[in-house]
């Protein structure tokens, strides 16, 4: 059953998809065993006990199976109840896990009651401990970097990223607007002066030169 308890938090990605309502993380050491939800099989989150059978759910499974049938899933006692288990509940906080994020390589382990605050997206919550591979998604493109990757890709690489033209100083847009369609046709950029073979002038500057000289 031990085995059962931890493994049924590794399975295929299908699975964990489906298997929403449940506690999803491995575990340094098996939970007790009584915390696995017999709805969902994962350990159970905010867990509910039933006293006819003494079971223990996942709130949100207990609940949904008491809006459907009149009976306890486990022993079929009819018009069953439940109360909140807060014994197993602060157990269950207790219980050392892993990083969600261990398979990509980090290496946190520690109170199930601190594993949302480590895993959060906060940027800041890297300084303070935090998951550097949970993903957090860049607000100008909405494609997702590892938290710490996200700052230098926002502010260095990132396509969709507000930029204002080096020449001008005037035309504002994103990063790729600005360089590949702006740039090229910029009044300003520097181009060379018929008038004065070799240098360079602005398109504007220019302009004027020439035609004061076909005039």
Request: aromatic share 10%.
């Given at each position: 059953?031990?085995?059962?308890?931890?493994?049924?938090?590794?399975?295929?990605?299908?699975?964990?998809?489906?298997?929403?309502?449940?506690?999803?993380?491995?575990?340094?050491?098996?939970?007790?065993?009584?915390?696995?939800?017999?709805?969902?099989?994962?350990?159970?989150?905010?867990?509910?006990?039933?006293?006819?059978?003494?079971?223990?759910?996942?709130?949100?499974?207990?609940?949904?199976?008491?809006?459907?049938?009149?009976?306890?899933?486990?022993?079929?006692?009819?018009?069953?109840?439940?109360?909140?288990?807060?014994?197993?509940?602060?157990?269950?906080?207790?219980?050392?896990?892993?990083c969600n994020y261990k398979s990509s390589g980090c290496?946190?382990?520690?109170?199930?009651?601190?594993?949302?605050?480590?895993?959060?997206?906060?940027?800041?919550?890297?300084?303070?401990?935090?998951?550097?591979?949970?993903?957090?998604?860049?607000?100008?493109?909405?494609?997702?970097?590892?938290?710490?990757?996200?700052?230098?890709?926002?502010?260095?690489?990132?396509?969709?990223?507000?930029?204002?033209?080096?020449?001008?100083?005037?035309?504002?847009?994103?990063?790729?607007?600005?360089?590949?369609?702006?740039?090229?046709?910029?009044?300003?950029?520097?181009?060379?002066?018929r008038n004065n073979a070799g240098k360079f002038c602005?398109?504007?500057?220019?302009?004027?030169?020439?035609?004061?000289?076909?005039?």
């Amino acid at each position: 059953m031990a085995e059962g308890i931890s493994q049924s938090l590794s399975r295929s990605t299908a699975k964990r998809q489906i298997s929403e309502n449940g506690i999803e993380c491995e575990f340094v050491v098996d939970p007790p065993k009584r915390s696995q939800c017999p709805i969902c099989l994962y350990v159970v989150k905010d867990p509910q006990q039933t006293p006819c059978c003494g079971k223990v759910f996942c709130k949100t499974c207990i609940s949904k199976i008491k809006k459907e049938f009149s009976y306890c899933p486990t022993c079929k006692t009819d018009n069953f109840h439940y109360f909140p288990d807060k014994g197993l509940k602060q157990e269950l906080l207790s219980c050392t896990v892993y990083c969600n994020y261990k398979s990509s390589g980090c290496d946190w382990q520690g109170a199930l009651g601190d594993l949302d605050k480590h895993m959060s997206t906060g940027t800041e919550q890297q300084d303070e401990g935090g998951c550097k591979f949970v993903p957090i998604k860049c607000p100008y493109c909405q494609k997702d970097y590892r938290r710490d990757e996200v700052e230098e890709h926002q502010n260095s690489h990132c396509g969709s990223r507000p930029f204002t033209c080096q020449i001008c100083q005037d035309y504002k847009s994103t990063y790729d607007d600005v360089i590949s369609v702006h740039k090229p046709n910029c009044t300003y950029r520097p181009v060379e002066c018929r008038n004065n073979a070799g240098k360079f002038c602005t398109t504007e500057r220019w302009t004027n030169t020439y035609r004061k000289s076909a005039n």
